[in-house]
């Protein structure tokens, strides 16, 4: 591919000719090969395999990484560009993508040693394997400098004890990328990384949970009982004298943060498309349910609160360039306004079907059970409040490019 148009510089309110066909691909995809299965997912909880077989078929899977392991090289525009995508036909089918684009993968390439991209990034490339990460548990959902899982220290290696819930995908993946403790860690000193190949001894999964939404893609409990990690196994060695290994941890979620938000604008858009398709062909006595000035008054609202979070978001990734991390600040904003975005605007979807719109014969329905779980993971809408209001109470203020600072 040509320039990405992932830079500051370039206009962001038009996208690059790549980025257009990006979107273009991204969208045949999900109306030909995701969207006749969605509902299928959900019903069954089954891994949505066609889905997978779909987006390794089209080499969607290496947007975001480098050309040098197989991928494409691309930054957080694209990867936004395409979960969008996605997510307006099937949100389950969209977090394959997310955890590949910006889970695990993502931070191996940044973070971790050339042993470890050279052995998982090409398979996270071309689709041969599935990542996880897991970072919660029973009692360190939010409050990740709560957890227990530890290291002990064995020979020139490790022992890795600990059990991590609601791990996405954790059944079906090839290596999990799990957040825990060094030797002497306390607080959130010490906390570090490591990536664990989920076929040796010791890794058992405990059993999945059955959810409202996302049904496609399976949260896991992973339980890990004296699991051999080596040096080489290392991403990021947490120091029990400081946390700089955790903050490093925490600023790379961003990338997670951004992709989630742009999976909720695209699953307010499929809805708002639906409705609005709905509502032109519905009749009511000589016209349509189109000409009622209430019903238009939603669609505008409906209209205006996506468009806000869409910019939110693409200041966002646009301020993180190609190889970049998005600045805390700017993401918490965006995941916020998408995620709350996407809650009224598939609340709004389901209204103006009315019974059909409550009924799971049409996918407005699963679709506001989808997002609701977006607002729960990567950080809660309260987690990113908190942080955005502490922030801007010290005096923190958002970074703008120069296009904003300089009309």
């Known amino acids: 591919m040509r320039d990405s148009g992932s830079d500051t510089g370039s206009d962001p309110f038009v996208e690059t000719e790549d980025q257009q066909a990006l979107r273009g691909l991204a969208r045949q995809v999900a109306a030909r090969d995701l969207a006749p299965n969605a509902r299928h997912w959900d019903e069954t909880e089954e891994f ?35 979960l969008e995508e996605l997510a307006r036909v099937d949100v389950s089918s969209a977090i394959l993508a997310q955890l590949i684009f910006n889970g695990p993968p993502r931070a191996i390439e940044h973070l971790g040693s050339e042993g470890l991209r050279s052995r998982w990034l090409p398979m996270a490339a071309s689709g041969e394997a599935l990542f996880c990460i897991g970072i919660s548990e029973t009692e360190a959902g939010s409050a990740v400098n709560h957890m227990r899982s530890r290291l002990v220290a064995d020979g020139d290696g490790f022992r890795l004890e600990g059990y991590k819930n609601y791990v996405t995908g954790g059944h ?30 010791g890794v058992s999964v405990a059993g999945t949970h059955d959810k409202m939404g996302l049904r496609g893609t399976s949260e896991a409990e992973l339980a890990f ?49 639906y409705a609005t398709r709905y509502m032109n062909e519905r009749t009511v006595g000589d016209g349509t349910l189109a000409g009622f000035q209430g019903l238009q008054w939603k669609i505008a609202d409906m209209t205006t609160r ?102």
Not at 59 to 77: C, K, N, Q, S, W
Not at 172 to 180: E, F
Not at 315 to 335: D, F, N, Q, S, W
């Open 225 to 273: 009982d004296g699991v051999r990690v080596d040096a080489s196994d290392v991403l990021l060695t947490g120091d029990p004298s400081n946390s700089e290994a955790f903050k490093t941890l925490i600023a790379h979620i961003n990338h997670e943060r951004c992709g989630n938000a742009a999976m909720c604008l695209g699953a307010a858009a499929g809805s708002l498309e």
């Open 306 to 407: 996506l468009e806000g979070a869409r910019l939110l978001l693409g200041r966002a990734v646009r301020l993180a360039g190609v190889g970049g991390t998005p600045p805390a600040l700017e993401t918490a904003i965006a995941k916020t306004a998408a995620n709350e975005a996407a809650r009224f605007v598939c609340d709004e979807a389901i209204q103006l079907l009315g019974g059909y719109g409550y009924s799971r014969e049409y996918p407005v329905e699963r679709a506001y059970r989808d997002i609701r779980g977006l607002l729960i993971g990567a950080g809660t809408v309260e987690i990113q409040k908190n942080f955005i209001g502490t922030q801007v109470l010290r005096g923190a203020t958002t970074t703008s490019p120069g296009w904003m600072a300089n009309p």
């Open 172 to 201: 079906k993946a090839a290596a999990c990328l799990v957040w825990c403790r060094f030797p002497e860690s306390v607080g959130t000193r010490g906390i570090g990384a490591v990536v664990v190949d989920l076929t040796r001894d």
């Open 48 to 82: 949505p395999e066609a889905s997978w077989g779909a987006l390794r078929a089209a080499d969607l899977f290496g947007i975001t990484i480098g050309e040098a392991y197989g991928g494409m090289g691309l930054g957080d525009v694209e990867s936004a560009i395409v």
